[in-house]
């Protein structure tokens, strides 16, 4: 039987290489969402970084340490640049896979500078950090 079509049961929950591969695509994740949530106006700019930074924080116990900007808290900072656009492409993402299922994809809306503890690890489309430099 195909993985993918295998019930739970049988996926051998205990052994991590059993699990089927997923499409990548974290490197767009937030280029998609800004430009098909908030550029169509179904997400409005809170929603967005509710949605993308301060809710998974929450759902992974790391709030209010992480997603948010406050006393106390050590947020990362995306500076985002709304006004960018950029065509997703495999030839031009940072991740270990030769293909994007968003290939060719035309968004606007993209991160221009990321901050990690106060730390510059993203300018432009350059990362500047070092081993784990993103890590928690």
Same mark, same amino acid.
């Given at each position: 039987?195909?993985?993918?079509?295998?019930?739970?049961?049988?996926?051998?929950?205990?052994?991590?290489?059993?699990?089927?591969?997923?499409?990548?695509? !974290?490197?767009?994740?937030?280029?998609?969402?800004?430009?098909?949530?908030?550029?169509?106006?179904?997400?409005?700019?809170?929603?967005?970084?509710?949605?993308?930074?301060? #809710?998974? #924080?929450? !759902?992974?116990?790391?709030?209010?340490?992480?997603?948010? !900007?406050?006393?106390?808290?050590?947020?990362?900072?995306?500076?985002?640049?709304?006004?960018?656009?950029?065509?997703?492409? #495999?030839?031009?993402?940072?991740?270990?896979?030769?293909?994007?299922?968003?290939?060719?994809?035309?968004?606007?809306?993209?991160?221009?500078?990321?901050?990690?503890?106060?730390?510059?690890?993203?300018?432009?489309?350059?990362?500047?950090?070092?081993?784990?430099?993103?890590? !928690?």
């Amino acid at each position: 039987m195909p993985l993918l079509l295998r019930r739970p049961e049988d996926t051998r929950k205990d052994d991590f290489t059993n699990i089927p591969n997923g499409g990548p695509g !974290i490197e767009n994740r937030l280029q998609l969402i800004y430009h098909y949530g908030v550029n169509s106006g179904k997400l409005s700019l809170n929603r967005f970084v509710e949605t993308v930074s301060t #809710a998974p #924080a929450r !759902i992974f116990g790391l709030y209010p340490k992480k997603g948010e !900007i406050a006393p106390g808290s050590d947020a990362d900072i995306v500076i985002w640049d709304p006004h960018a656009t950029h065509t997703i492409s #495999a030839g031009t993402h940072h991740m270990r896979v030769d293909y994007s299922m968003f290939e060719g994809f035309e968004v606007r809306g993209n991160a221009r500078t990321v901050l990690s503890r106060g730390e510059v690890i993203v300018d432009g489309c350059k990362f500047l950090g070092g081993p784990g430099a993103a890590t !928690i």
